[in-house]
């Protein structure tokens, strides 16, 4: 059977700052530079989750469009957008919201709603030149 990737584009603003509360100013600096301001910087988020998958004979999908739309907007455009990251969004108050674990958040947060045969995987835009790819755990 023939597996096909379909993919849905999506965007969120967002504020953060990239620091930890462990190590000592100029340590954070040093690591963290400009992303480490402590009045927070914003992005344009654009997110694409794409999901893999056989296509259902009945209905031609390998996921209704409509649901996986209303998928990112629930669990995350709803949850992210306009948002402080370190202080408004549970997942990050232990761990540094960084472009690589925002992947990850949104990853676990979307893969209880997309069925287990069928493969999912994010890609977060950070910067129009500056993304990162997540598509689960080895």
């Known amino acids: 059977m023939n597996k096909v990737t379909v993919s849905r584009k999506a965007h969120f603003n967002a504020a953060h700052r990239l620091y930890r509360k462990d190590w000592s100013n100029a340590q954070n600096e040093a690591v963290?530079?400009?992303c480490n301001n402590p009045y927070f910087h914003g992005h344009n988020y654009e997110?694409?989750?794409s999901v893999k998958g056989e296509i259902d004979p009945e209905t031609g999908y390998?996921?209704?469009m409509k649901e996986l739309k209303?998928?990112?907007k629930t669990h995350i455009e709803d949850a992210f957008d306009h948002k402080n990251l370190n202080e408004q969004v549970p997942e990050f108050s232990s761990l540094i919201p960084t472009a690589e674990n925002i992947s990850v958040?949104?990853?676990e947060k979307l893969r209880p709603h997309i069925t287990q045969k069928n493969d999912l995987s994010i890609t977060l835009y950070e910067t129009p030149r500056n993304y990162v790819q997540?598509?689960?755990p080895n």
């Open 32 to 34: 963290f530079d400009k």
């Open 47 to 49: 997110l694409i989750v």
């Open 62 to 64: 390998v996921i209704d």
């Open 70 to 72: 209303e998928l990112i």
């Open 105 to 107: 958040v949104i990853w």
């Open 134 to 136: 997540f598509s689960g």
